[in-house]
């Protein structure tokens, strides 16, 4: 008799899990299928004996939980864009998730059958999708369920699938522009260090049995040198503790988190590009959700959680309540100062026109072309200056090493 660990979802839609012991892998698959166990995932409990099997299996529990279930954004932009086509193509949802699993492997695949075994048990694509909140956040599904209402899914999945796209395509803009610019700073902290703690204290070990007095510069490379291979490693400890610290403490405490993001907005062009990504995010949310016939207030509270910096999820939050109490949108913003004045009579006009969603998505379209436009001036101004830093840096150590050797030459030829 073999040991099974097995997981799969009940009649109920519930997940469960356990052991069974049988002869075979198919003998334990048709026992659980009798007992209305569908969504199985089976394996061998003594292939997972090994450190490494064990592992696998903690990733295999962790995953495969609905709850827990993750997959790429990529592959979230491509699902939903596929989804929409088959959709407006008139093929019903439950059809169009069975062809879009064909083929499908991995944590998508496990993704897809949930979401048809739910849809076979009644529930709506909403609330189907609402059981993987790692995957469908609040403002996906939102608005999948408001145009399902209105009979109009394949428009929110359109719309979904265009702003990962677009967001997609940014932050690889964003991580390209800034790559070569931290390439050559860390190329320039490594070469620091290693001319510090290996190269100069041979130069130091030869400089020291000559009676020559040695240039000012080179006497201040050799006392750091010095000073580098005492605390080097203490100071190396310290700062990975300290950076492991402060990672945990911005995730963890609300405070410290707006703290940072607050200085990170008041920073030349680095803020602007920060205040500029979360407007044209929030523009493009906010006006798909209008769109769809959700009400404002509620709009912000699920366009918020597209905003990465805690400034503005605390001014769509205060925003919302302003709403709440009577407020107009253009009023609420105009007390947050993450929000520049341009944006604030951009949602004005919308207002006063009745075309608030219009608005918006003009104003995305402004900010994200800024952004680049951002980009495109910061990449040329960043790469110059750190090769000049680098220049200096290691020009002026190898400078400092080797002056006594040209000063000792000159010597010899008097």
Not at 32 to 58: C, F, P, Q, W, Y
Request: aromatic content about 6%.
């Amino acid at each position: 008799m073999i040991h099974f660990r097995w997981q799969g979802i009940d009649s109920l839609g519930l997940p469960q899990q356990g052991v069974l012991i049988t002869q075979s892998k198919t003998a334990a698959e048709q026992q659980l299928k009798s007992m209305g166990i569908s969504g199985l995932r089976i394996h061998n409990v003594a292939e997972h004996t090994d450190a490494r099997g064990l592992l696998r299996k903690l990733r295999w529990t962790l995953n495969s939980s609905p709850g827990n279930l993750r997959v790429s954004k990529k592959d979230l932009g491509i699902f939903s864009g596929q989804f929409a086509d088959l959709l407006a193509a008139g093929i019903p949802v439950l059809d169009a998730i069975e062809t879009l699993e064909e083929g499908r492997t991995g944590n998508f695949a496990t993704l897809l059958r949930s979401l048809k075994e739910s849809l076979n048990q009644g529930l709506t694509l909403a609330d189907a999708m609402a059981k993987h909140p790692r995957v469908f956040d609040a403002c996906y599904i939102n608005l999948v369920e408001c145009e399902q209402v209105a009979g109009k899914l394949h428009r929110a999945l359109a719309t979904l699938a265009a702003q990962i796209e677009n967001r997609k395509a940014l932050m690889q803009k964003l991580r390209q522009s800034l790559l070569q610019p931290g390439l050559i700073l860390v190329t320039a902290l490594a070469a620091t260090g290693l001319l510090l703690v290996f190269v100069m204290p041979e130069f130091a070990a030869l400089y020291r049995q000559q009676s020559q007095e040695l240039p000012a510069i080179t006497q201040w490379v050799m006392r750091m040198s010095e000073e580098a291979q005492m605390h080097a490693k203490p100071a190396l400890a310290g700062l990975v503790v300290t950076l492991i610290a402060g990672y945990l403490l911005y995730q963890n405490s609300v405070l410290c988190h707006r703290l940072v993001d607050r200085a990170l907005l008041a920073l030349p062009l680095f803020g602007a590009l920060i205040r500029c990504t979360n407007i044209a995010d929030l523009s493009r949310t906010l006006s798909a959700l209008l769109d769809a016939g959700v009400p404002l207030n509620q709009g912000l509270e699920h366009s918020s959680s597209v905003c990465r910096n805690a400034v503005f999820r605390r001014g769509i939050e205060q925003a919302k309540d302003q709403i709440e109490n009577g407020a107009a949108l253009h009023q609420a913003l105009a007390w947050r100062p993450c929000f520049p004045a341009a944006y604030q009579r951009i949602v004005r006009l919308g207002e006063e026109t009745g075309n608030l969603s219009y608005m918006l998505t003009h104003a995305c379209k402004i900010y994200e072309a800024h952004t680049n436009r951002v980009l495109d001036t910061l990449v040329p101004m960043i790469e110059p200056i750190l090769m000049v830093i680098l220049g200096i840096v290691v020009g002026g150590l190898i400078l400092a090493m080797y002056l006594p050797i040209f000063s000792m030459g000159t010597l010899f030829q008097t």
